[in-house]
């Protein structure tokens, strides 16, 4: 179902720029009727950079498939990124990435 | 749960405009529940910090005149005010709310992202700064439906 999130991340002066692409269906009322499916979606998604949250999303099913993120935060390069997101489902995943 | 972090929920829920920054960590999903299921953009956005009077301005948002496929939609958000939290809606969709960032301190406001459009309507981003809301609208024509529709 639901596997990793692809983490891309690069600084520039001072400021780190993240991409993120999450992997999951992210079925909406619509859609998982359609699929005749379970609802689906991310609901709540932070990035964190050496345990101090950098990024905070709290997301609903108007996302697309495989959500992708953009965002920047005042880092530096080396530092460890983790993206971590529960569904409504309750379904998690915890994710790193290292800024370039 | 100590006494203090109680008390600092508890006026947090009560009062929406005073939203606990210090507290990090804030699912609005659980928070302000009844927002996300609101069909209509200035009752979700009423119902998330209070009240839905905005101004319009000091805010960007970047999205497509035209959407070929509604399934995929760029959304870019970018603001210089020194913001609490950022939200989308858009009134294409059954419901309004799309998504609620919330700021760090000295974080930066530039968030992307894409979401579905079932039909084509105006998309709402709302940046809250100081107690106060800025806001800023753009019509997006959807060509084909990516709500499943």
């Known amino acids: 179902m639901a596997g990793k999130t692809r983490i891309k991340a690069k600084e520039k002066d001072g400021v780190v720029t993240v991409m993120a692409l999450a992997k999951h269906p992210m079925h909406s009322s619509i859609e998982a009727k359609k699929l005749k499916v379970k609802q689906n979606f991310i609901t709540h998604l932070t990035a964190q950079v050496d345990g101090k949250i950098v990024y905070e999303i709290s997301s609903s099913q108007f996302f697309s498939k495989d959500p992708f993120l953009k965002f920047k935060y005042k880092g530096k390069k080396g530092d460890k990124i983790t993206i971590k997101w529960v569904d409504i489902l309750g379904g998690t995943n915890s994710s790193d990435g290292i800024a370039k | ?149």
């Not at chain 2, 953009?41 to 496929?69: C, F, H, R």
């Not at chain 2, 000295?106 to 459009?117: A, E, N, Q, T, W």
């Open chain 2, 1 to 149: 749960m100590n006494r203090r972090n109680f008390i600092e929920i508890g006026l947090g829920v009560a009062a929406a405009t005073v939203l606990p920054v210090s507290l990090s960590a804030v699912d609005f999903r659980k928070t302000k529940e009844k927002a996300w299921l609101e069909k209509d953009v200035s009752k979700a956005i009423e119902g998330l910090y209070g009240s839905s009077s905005t101004t319009q301005g000091k805010v960007k948002l970047k999205a497509p005149d035209i959407a070929e496929n509604g399934a995929i939609v760029p959304i870019t958000i970018s603001s210089d005010l020194s913001a609490t939290t950022v939200s989308l809606y858009q009134d294409s969709n059954p419901e309004a709310a799309v998504a609620v960032w919330t700021v760090p301190a000295g974080g930066v406001v530039d968030y992307s992202l894409r979401i579905k459009m079932q039909k084509t309507g105006t998309v709402t981003a709302v940046v809250e700064s100081d107690g106060k809301l800025y806001t800023d609208k753009k019509l997006v024509k959807v060509t084909k439906g990516g709500c499943g529709g």
